[in-house]
């Protein structure tokens, strides 16, 4: 048995000061400590690296402080179009899902891809068509209705602007989410789940349901969950690129994930984070924003949530 273990995050951005409470940040803590908990425990039990991001994922989705299933953001139409993908390290393969509505926890769909289509990535209204033949429940849009998010999108609803869930100045909420785990045969995997940016419109699609982009997962190297501006994320090809550093320059996960992070992304204009983890269990989780709500957990007692640099 080697060791195994497993990273969360909720999203990077910038934490305003006097947004966050007391009591709001225990909140957060504890959603965050329920995913990796629970992700953990699956891991422990002797599952695979797949079923732990899995599960982190949805209770991530299921709570309404992050941007992600339950707490998706609000579209220029006042919709919410969600997108996720997952990806095992042992097998390549992988499934994405985006611009789907209604589903209570998209990398399950996502997931589903993987496993009982011929297919990687769907989208849309054939995504949808796809959960409907699996028998998913549609959810109504008060499932995902959240105050807060509802308010953000007012605020600029009338205007061209979309904004990262957790970049704008009156935001004190982070948004996407993901997971990453190193299973105890070894096997790695990765999973991401986002509603994306407030106000988007057109079909915006960013890079968390984009292999290679947002998610990654190679048993050769890494697994990798970015959040950040996705439009830098997808140019940069942020978490495939991690993965190369590793490959075809022998850099460890600490140092590469440093290098795009820290350097290559930045070099390009873009803000955000990630978690990446080896097949080792050793996990980085650098982010070049004010904080990142993140998690980590492994066999060797490593245990703690965290939300500032
Ligand atoms: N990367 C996500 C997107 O661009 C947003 C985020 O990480 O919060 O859709």
Known sequence: MSRFSIAIHGGAGTLVKGMMTPELESKYRRDLKA???KGYAVLAEGGSATDAVEVAVQILENSPLFNAGK???FTATETHEMDASIM????LNAGGVSLITGIKNPVSL????MEKSEHVFLAGEGAMQFAKELDYKLEDASYFYDEFRHQQWLDIKDTDSFQLDHSTKKDSKFGTVGAVACDQDGNIAAATSTGGMTNKKWGRVGDSPMIGAGNYANNKTC???CTGSGEFFIRGVVAYDVACLME??????EDASNEVIHKRILDIGGDGGLIAVDTKGNIAMPFNTEGMY???KSSDGIDEVAIYG
């Open 35 to 37: 995913a990796l908990d």
């Open 71 to 73: 707490g998706a953001v």
């Open 88 to 91: 095992d390290g042992k097998t």
């Open 110 to 113: 996502a997931r589903d891809v």
């Open 223 to 225: 697994a990798i969950s």
């Open 248 to 253: 075809h320059k022998g850099m460890s996960v």
């Open 294 to 296: 993140r998690g980590q």
